[in-house]
């Protein structure tokens, strides 16, 4: 009797939910390195769906680019980067398991309760669901010009920083000769 | 032009020269010549900006103020009061006008000046940011509508003059005096802090236009007039550290450690005029008690400094001296009310004496060549004393020195007998007003005295016979980029550039831009009507002039029968008059003075601080351990020997128990005793006194060694396991300490549940 | 109570999401207190991240009919996006000083 009424809406949104979280617990359980990687993606994946329920397209295929398409290719270009030197296996270790489990259950359970007792103020949802990107390109045009250009200087800075921390090491030698 | 252009000009005319800073500080090493020519033209073109805002000021909107706000911080509503927040914000009127393009000016100037006098130094590069940062600093003062910028911008300033007057910081003299004069003005400037807070806390914005508006609809700090009187008087401690004015004036000669154009920039026409500035911002919320205060304070300093000034000997003294005292004479003229004339006297004394010590510098300058070719070490290149003839071999530095003495000393068709009559016209009206006739008594002398030692420092250092013939072949002009600014602030210590009228200001465009302000404070406690007070100026305008001139004539023949025609013996003089002499050479002894009181005054008070910790505190403890020590010594000695004494102790501590046994029996029988309660008590008794006798008499020694003994073993080792436990802690591991600041969020959370 | 909760279940709302984000966040603090290795750390950061932009669309979904919560999750992902490049670069650094990227064993500030 109750199943019928589900829809696929709901459905899919758990669908979601699940590749979500399993995904995640994945990237954290896994005792191999490009595996969790990989299960990132999936993660970042499940995520950006979720965005979608939540009227977010805009954010969503944000999320598919930027994380997707760039953080994770980094982050796997520096799992590859750095295992490649220390040894052959790249598994990683693990330590404090029992405080950090009843740690993280403790917060997590914490903020569970709290969404699910807390009697949360809900508008009614307006019925004509509009694409956001028009909307956030005007707001960041005016209301948030000033926060989006200091993001731009502030990956340009982290872009030149990085480059400069990176390759540091190799420099050494070379800088005591001009300085 | 609209007045938001002129709002952006400005902007562009304050933060150009933190740009400067900005690439200097960094980059000076990388650009060539070390940037100079990128600072001086960044400079110049800021002082185009300024003047095209002063003419279109003059112009277009000369009865408006110009002003924006921007709300920074919004505390909303806080406990149900008005709203809180902080403004800042952009003023330009006319004040503002004069005082960008005169700052602009100078720096300009002393930029282009800087580049031949500071050829070759250590830290050029740096010295020429500093200049940058400083003219930024001056430019937040100038154009700032709140305390709260000004505050911020004062600090700079502070800075920025620390920097630079410990530009040579190698030599001990100089970082000494950088310090003196940032911890001298710290004094003044924990005043103004304070004067600041009551003004906030009273009208909770830190807008000048939003304080006066409140005391003029009738808010006082505090709630009562003497407080913004105090007020009043607080925010010009600031003025009195900034300005050197008497208390705190013994930094700015100290000052003159820096490099000579720093000296001509900020401390004779920029910076030290900020704190005058500052009273003309605030002229309008001074009540009449508070501007008693600054009048006095700014004679007795012009007085103080003038009469110290006749006996220095080293050029650049003397001229800090006289930058003192004319300070104390704006000073003076704001606190009498004659607002236009001292604000005046900022901007002609800002030329002239800007070139003075440009020109001293100039001198310097070649002393110091002429010096380092003779090999002559041990000369200072600047004693006046060393000095002499050098009129036909600088002939450009004299004249134009000579027209910057004119000036000062207050001879006619100059810019300084505009500004100096319009003051001492002021004070004249005031002591007839008021009768405070002392006033103008101290600043006629000091016109007087001003004029005597500024021919005194001319003719010393320019005519008759140089001190060293060998030397003076030596001395030769300095280059153009030093020469054309000394050309420059001479011509602009003619008259002919504030009004046409040689022998009075009133007429000209500067009396009819700066009006004085409304007084916000309730006529009660203003000093005097605006109306009342420019009637009574006018009316002593004529006499006050002649005197003036004549003063000025006294002071410069006194000057020449001394110094030149020598019909008055200097030295036989001051032996005669040896024990003045000495008080001037030594500066009054201020320095000896704080010396004596706020230095050794907080070394004897730590020495009694330190005797009472010693003596008292260390006594009663050690005294304590003493007592205790002879008590079981004594007890363990006749315990041993079994002497008489032994036995009269044991006899009284058997005693002594017996009663306290009996004490504690009494004390916990009940008021309604049954034979139980009897007894339970005579219990507690017996066990008391057995206690206490067996402590008398085996436990002395016997206490000592086990309990005692066994206490301190204990927290000894409960420490050291301890310790050895927070050691498994400290593992020096990211995580972990992750893990105990989560631990610590998770207890919040309970906590605040 | 039971019927409650399959009501619940039924009706994906503000809560639902909130919920998993939790658990995502829980998931990545578990990650950043265990693993050694510095990579997976900054993984757990960027899980830490995304909790937080759910939450923040969430309530810009739910509570408020503003676009606002969207623009502070952009700004999050960019601002993930220029710390994952410095960490990166970062670790690599420490790669080449320590010869380890495992946290625990980097616990001098100069070699």
Same mark, same amino acid.
């Given at each position: 009797?109750?199943?019928?009424?589900?829809?696929?809406?709901?459905?899919? %949104?758990? %669908? %979601?939910?699940?590749?979500?979280? +399993?995904?995640?617990?994945?990237?954290?359980?896994?005792?191999?390195?490009?595996?969790?990687?990989?299960?990132?993606?999936?993660?970042? %994946?499940?995520?950006?769906?979720?965005?979608?329920?939540?009227?977010?397209?805009?954010?969503?295929?944000?999320?598919?680019?930027?994380?997707?398409?760039?953080?994770?290719?980094?982050?796997?270009?520096?799992?590859?980067?750095?295992?490649?030197?220390?040894?052959?296996?790249?598994?990683?270790?693990?330590?404090?398991?029992?405080?950090?489990?009843?740690?993280?259950?403790?917060?997590?359970?914490?903020?569970?309760?709290?969404?699910?007792?807390?009697?949360?103020?809900?508008?009614?949802?307006?019925?004509?669901?509009?694409?956001?990107?028009?909307?956030?390109?005007?707001?960041?045009?005016?209301?948030?010009?000033?926060?989006?250009?200091?993001?731009?200087? +502030?990956?340009?800075?982290?872009?030149?920083?990085?480059?400069?921390?990176?390759?540091?090491?190799?420099?050494?030698?070379?800088?005591?000769?001009?300085? | 032009?609209?007045?938001?252009?002129?709002?952006?000009?400005?902007?562009?005319?304050?933060?150009?020269?933190?740009?400067?800073?900005?690439?200097?500080?960094?980059?000076?090493? @990388? *650009?060539?010549?070390?940037?100079?020519?990128?600072?001086?033209?960044?400079?110049?073109?800021?002082?185009?900006?300024?003047?095209?805002?002063?003419?279109?000021?003059?112009?277009?909107?000369?009865?408006?103020?110009?002003?924006?706000?921007?709300?920074?911080?919004?505390?909303?509503?806080?406990?149900?009061?008005? !709203?809180?927040?902080?403004?800042?914000?952009?003023?330009?009127?006319?004040?503002?006008?004069?005082?960008?393009?005169?700052?602009?000016?100078?720096?300009?100037?002393?930029?282009?000046?800087? *580049?031949?006098?500071? @050829?070759?130094?250590?830290?050029?590069?740096?010295?020429?940011?500093?200049?940058?940062?400083?003219?930024?600093?001056?430019?937040?003062?100038?154009?700032?509508?709140?305390?709260?910028?000004?505050?911020?911008?004062?600090?700079?300033?502070?800075?920025?003059?620390?920097?630079?007057?410990?530009?040579?910081?190698?030599?001990?003299?100089?970082?000494?005096?950088?310090?003196?004069?940032?911890?001298?003005? @710290?004094?003044?400037?924990?005043?103004?802090?304070?004067? *600041?807070?009551?003004?906030?806390?009273?009208?909770?914005?830190?807008?000048?236009?939003?304080?006066?508006?409140?005391?003029?609809?009738?808010?006082?700090?505090?709630?009562?007039?003497?407080?913004?009187?105090?007020?009043?008087?607080?925010?010009?401690?600031?003025?009195?550290?900034?300005?050197?004015?008497?208390?705190?004036?013994?930094?700015?000669?100290?000052?003159?450690?820096?490099?000579?154009?720093?000296?001509?920039?900020?401390?004779?026409?920029? /910076?030290?005029?900020?704190?005058?500035?500052?009273?003309?911002?605030?002229?309008? /919320?001074?009540?009449?008690?508070?501007?008693?205060?600054?009048?006095?304070?700014?004679?007795?300093?012009?007085?103080?400094?003038?009469?110290?000034?006749?006996?220095?000997?080293?050029?650049?003294?003397?001229?800090?001296?006289?930058?003192?005292?004319?300070?104390?004479?704006?000073?003076?003229?704001?606190?009498?009310?004659?607002?236009?004339?001292?604000?005046?006297?900022?901007?002609?004394?800002?030329?002239?004496?800007?070139?003075?010590?440009?020109?001293?510098?100039?001198?310097?300058?070649?002393?110091?060549?002429?010096?380092?070719?003779?090999?002559?070490?041990?000369?200072?290149?600047?004693?006046?004393?060393?000095?002499?003839?050098?009129?036909?071999?600088?002939?450009?530095?004299?004249?134009?020195?000579?027209?910057?003495?004119?000036?000062?000393?207050?001879?006619?068709?100059?810019?300084?007998?505009?500004?100096?009559?319009?003051?001492?016209?002021?004070?004249?009206?005031?002591?007839?007003?008021?009768?405070?006739?002392?006033? !103008?008594?101290?600043?006629?002398?000091?016109?007087?005295?001003?004029?005597?030692?500024?021919?005194?420092?001319?003719?010393?250092?320019?005519?008759?016979?140089?001190?060293?013939?060998? @030397?003076?072949?030596?001395?030769?002009?300095?280059?153009?980029?030093?020469?054309?600014?000394?050309?420059?602030?001479?011509?602009?210590?003619?008259?002919?550039?504030?009004?046409?009228?040689?022998?009075?200001?009133?007429?000209?465009?500067?009396?009819?831009?700066? $009006?004085?302000?409304?007084?916000?404070?309730?006529?009660?406690?203003?000093?005097?009507?605006?109306?009342?007070?420019?009637?009574?100026?006018?009316? &002593?305008?004529?006499?006050?002039?002649?005197?003036?001139?004549?003063?000025?004539?006294?002071?410069?023949?006194?000057?020449?029968?001394?110094?030149?025609?020598?019909?008055?013996?200097?030295?036989?003089?001051?032996?005669?008059?040896?024990?003045?002499?000495?008080?001037?050479?030594?500066?009054?002894?201020?320095?000896?003075?704080?010396?004596?009181?706020? &230095?050794?005054?907080?070394?004897?008070?730590?020495?009694?601080?330190?005797?009472?910790?010693?003596?008292?505190?260390?006594?009663?403890?050690?005294?304590?351990? $003493?007592?205790?020590?002879?008590?079981?010594?004594?007890?363990?000695?006749?315990?041993?020997?079994?002497?008489?004494?032994?036995?009269?102790?044991?006899?009284?501590?058997?005693?002594?128990?017996?009663?306290?046994?009996?004490?504690?029996?009494?004390?916990?029988?009940?008021?309604?005793?049954? !034979?139980?309660?009897?007894?339970?008590?005579?219990?507690?008794?017996?066990?008391?006194?057995?206690?206490?006798?067996?402590?008398?008499?085996?436990?002395?020694?016997?206490?000592?060694?086990?309990?005692?003994?066994?206490?301190?073993?204990?927290?000894?080792?409960?420490?050291?396991?301890?310790?050895?436990?927070?050691?498994?802690?400290?593992?020096? $591991?990211?995580?972990?300490?992750?893990?105990?600041?989560?631990?610590?969020?998770?207890?919040?959370?309970?906590?605040?549940? | 109570?039971?019927?409650?909760?399959?009501?619940?279940?039924?009706?994906?709302?503000?809560?639902?999401?909130?919920?998993?984000?939790?658990?995502?966040?829980?998931?990545?603090?578990?990650?950043?207190?265990?693993?050694?290795?510095?990579?997976?750390?900054?993984?757990?950061?960027?899980?830490?991240?995304?909790?937080?932009?759910?939450?923040?669309?969430?309530?810009?979904?739910?509570?408020?009919?503003?676009?606002?919560?969207?623009?502070?999750?952009?700004?999050?992902?960019?601002?993930?996006?220029?710390?994952?490049?410095?960490?990166?670069?970062?670790?690599?650094?420490?790669?080449?000083?320590?010869?380890?990227?495992?946290?625990?064993?980097?616990?001098?500030?100069?070699?």
């Amino acid at each position: 009797m109750m199943r019928e009424s589900i829809d696929v809406y709901t459905v899919l %949104f758990y %669908f %979601f939910v699940s590749i979500t979280l +399993v995904s995640a617990c994945v990237v954290v359980f896994s005792r191999h390195i490009v595996r969790s990687a990989f299960a990132l993606l999936f993660t970042f %994946f499940g995520v950006a769906a979720l965005y979608v329920y939540l009227f977010a397209d805009f954010l969503a295929i944000t999320q598919l680019l930027v994380y997707v398409g760039g953080i994770l290719v980094l982050i796997l270009f520096g799992v590859m980067l750095t295992n490649k030197q220390i040894n052959v296996d790249i598994k990683t270790g693990t330590l404090h398991i029992v405080p950090a489990i009843i740690l993280a259950a403790a917060i997590g359970g914490t903020l569970v309760g709290i969404a699910w007792s807390n009697p949360w103020m809900v508008l009614p949802t307006s019925s004509s669901v509009k694409t956001t990107a028009p909307q956030i390109g005007e707001l960041l045009l005016t209301t948030y010009l000033l926060p989006f250009e200091v993001a731009s200087m +502030v990956l340009m800075v982290a872009l030149v920083g990085a480059v400069v921390i990176a390759r540091r090491e190799k420099n050494k030698k070379e800088t005591t000769r001009d300085s | 032009m609209t007045p938001d252009t002129l709002i952006l000009l400005s902007l562009f005319v304050w933060f150009l020269p933190l740009g400067n800073f900005v690439l200097l500080i960094f980059f000076h090493r @990388r *650009i060539p010549r070390n940037g100079d020519w990128i600072a001086t033209s960044v400079v110049f073109g800021t002082l185009v900006l300024a003047s095209i805002i002063l003419v279109s000021k003059f112009m277009l909107y000369q009865a408006d103020i110009i002003q924006t706000n921007v709300r920074w911080i919004d505390f909303k509503v806080l406990h149900g009061g008005s !709203p809180l927040g902080v403004e800042l914000g952009i003023l330009i009127d006319n004040v503002a006008a004069i005082m960008l393009t005169v700052v602009t000016l100078v720096s300009a100037l002393v930029h282009l000046f800087s *580049i031949g006098y500071m @050829r070759g130094d250590v830290r050029y590069g740096r010295y020429f940011a500093y200049l940058g940062l400083f003219t930024f600093s001056m430019q937040g003062i100038v154009l700032t509508n709140n305390f709260f910028l000004l505050y911020v911008a004062w600090e700079l300033v502070g800075l920025s003059s620390y920097l630079l007057i410990g530009h040579w910081f190698e030599k001990q003299s100089a970082s000494d005096a950088a310090k003196k004069a940032f911890v001298v003005n @710290r004094f003044g400037d924990v005043g103004m802090f304070l004067g *600041i807070l009551i003004l906030y806390a009273t009208f909770h914005s830190f807008r000048f236009d939003v304080v006066f508006n409140g005391i003029r609809s009738g808010i006082f700090p505090g709630g009562s007039e003497p407080w913004l009187t105090i007020a009043g008087v607080l925010i010009f401690c600031g003025a009195i550290g900034k300005s050197a004015q008497f208390p705190l004036h013994v930094w700015l000669p100290d000052a003159m450690e820096g490099p000579t154009p720093v000296s001509a920039l900020i401390h004779a026409a920029t /910076m030290v005029a900020a704190g005058v500035y500052m009273v003309t911002r605030t002229f309008a /919320m001074m009540t009449g008690d508070a501007l008693l205060v600054i009048a006095y304070t700014g004679a007795f300093t012009a007085f103080l400094a003038a009469t110290i000034a006749v006996v220095q000997t080293d050029i650049k003294k003397v001229l800090a001296y006289s930058t003192v005292s004319q300070l104390g004479y704006m000073i003076m003229g704001l606190g009498v009310g004659a607002y236009t004339a001292g604000f005046f006297h900022l901007t002609t004394h800002a030329m002239f004496k800007a070139g003075l010590f440009l020109g001293a510098g100039s001198v310097i300058h070649a002393m110091h060549y002429a010096l380092h070719h003779q090999g002559d070490h041990h000369t200072d290149p600047q004693d006046i004393r060393t000095m002499g003839g050098l009129k036909e071999k600088m002939p450009i530095t004299f004249w134009t020195f000579f027209i910057y003495t004119l000036a000062i000393s207050g001879v006619p068709f100059t810019s300084g007998f505009l500004s100096k009559d319009e003051i001492l016209a002021g004070t004249w009206a005031f002591a007839q007003l008021t009768g405070h006739t002392l006033i !103008p008594i101290v600043a006629f002398s000091v016109a007087g005295l001003t004029a005597f030692y500024m021919f005194r420092l001319l003719i010393l250092t320019f005519l008759g016979n140089h001190a060293d013939d060998n @030397r003076i072949q030596y001395i030769h002009e300095s280059p153009h980029v030093m020469t054309i600014p000394l050309i420059v602030f001479a011509t602009l210590s003619f008259f002919i550039f504030y009004s046409f009228n040689p022998f009075s200001a009133a007429g000209g465009w500067f009396a009819q831009l700066v $009006k004085p302000p409304d007084f916000v404070v309730p006529s009660a406690m203003a000093a005097t009507s605006p109306a009342l007070f420019a009637e009574t100026v006018h009316n &002593v305008h004529l006499p006050a002039m002649l005197l003036s001139i004549l003063v000025a004539g006294l002071g410069i023949l006194g000057a020449f029968t001394t110094y030149y025609w020598k019909k008055i013996d200097a030295n036989a003089l001051a032996q005669k008059l040896a024990p003045i002499y000495k008080v001037l050479l030594n500066k009054w002894y201020i320095d000896e003075i704080y010396e004596y009181v706020v &230095v050794n005054g907080t070394k004897r008070v730590s020495t009694i601080l330190a005797w009472i910790d010693n003596t008292i505190v260390d006594g009663i403890v050690n005294g304590v351990a $003493k007592l205790t020590v002879i008590l079981t010594h004594g007890v363990r000695h006749t315990w041993t020997t079994r002497s008489i004494p032994a036995l009269l102790y044991i006899v009284a501590s058997a005693l002594l128990s017996l009663y306290l046994g009996w004490e504690a029996m009494l004390t916990t029988l009940p008021e309604t005793s049954s !034979p139980m309660t009897v007894i339970q008590s005579g219990i507690v008794g017996v066990v008391v006194s057995a206690l206490s006798f067996f402590l008398f008499y085996g436990g002395v020694g016997g206490f000592d060694a086990k309990i005692v003994d066994g206490l301190v073993n204990f927290v000894a080792t409960l420490s050291g396991v301890l310790g050895l436990l927070l050691r498994r802690i400290q593992t020096g $591991k990211v995580q972990t300490y992750i893990l105990w600041a989560l631990i610590g969020v998770v207890v919040l959370f309970i906590w605040f549940r | 109570m039971i019927v409650d909760v399959l009501t619940w279940l039924q009706q994906p709302g503000l809560s639902h999401f909130l919920i998993v984000s939790a658990i995502v966040f829980a998931l990545g603090l578990y990650a950043i207190l265990t693993r050694k290795n510095a990579i997976m750390v900054l993984m757990g950061i960027e899980l830490i991240l995304n909790a937080a932009n759910i939450n923040f669309l969430a309530f810009s979904r739910y509570s408020t009919h503003s676009l606002d919560g969207h623009i502070v999750a952009l700004f999050v992902i960019i601002l993930a996006a220029a710390e994952v490049a410095i960490g990166l670069a970062i670790v690599l650094n420490i790669v080449q000083n320590f010869n380890t990227a495992n946290v625990d064993e980097i616990d001098r500030l100069k070699e």
